[in-house]
């Protein structure tokens, strides 16, 4: 029941910008914590942003000052707008949540690609 959609990745060259969202469903939302995780091949999934539900954040060294992580608890709806984007930030990006202090929830997954 618990479901978490993905979009707007896409290709991207460096320097330019993508605004992904995270649309949840069976979860109330503005009481978790949400999360952007990447993964790109070969490596180890790895934590990008996080957003409290009080709107507090943290981000990934790597992103810091680049990325931007939102939330609109009208819209149950989780953001990443990325700018400055590098090469190295090409990876699959996925959504996540925390259910019931336990239990972790991820989307499908969008494809972030940076290249000339």
């Known amino acids: 029941q618990v479901q978490l959609v993905e979009s707007g990745g896409g290709l991207v060259q460096p320097g330019g910008s993508l605004r992904l969202s995270c649309v949840a469903s069976g979860i109330i939302f503005s009481r978790n914590a949400m999360s952007w995780y990447r993964q790109a091949p070969g490596k180890e999934r790895e934590l990008v942003a996080v957003i409290s539900t009080g709107g507090g954040t943290n981000y990934a060294n790597s992103v810091k000052g680049r990325f931007t992580i939102s939330r609109d608890n009208t819209k149950n709806t989780v953001y990443l707008q990325m700018n400055s984007l590098k090469p190295e930030d090409t990876a699959t990006y996925y959504c996540?949540?925390?259910?019931?202090?336990?239990?972790?929830?991820w989307g499908q997954g969008t494809q972030v690609t940076v290249s000339s």
């Open positions: 996540k949540v925390v259910v019931g202090s336990f239990t972790d929830y």
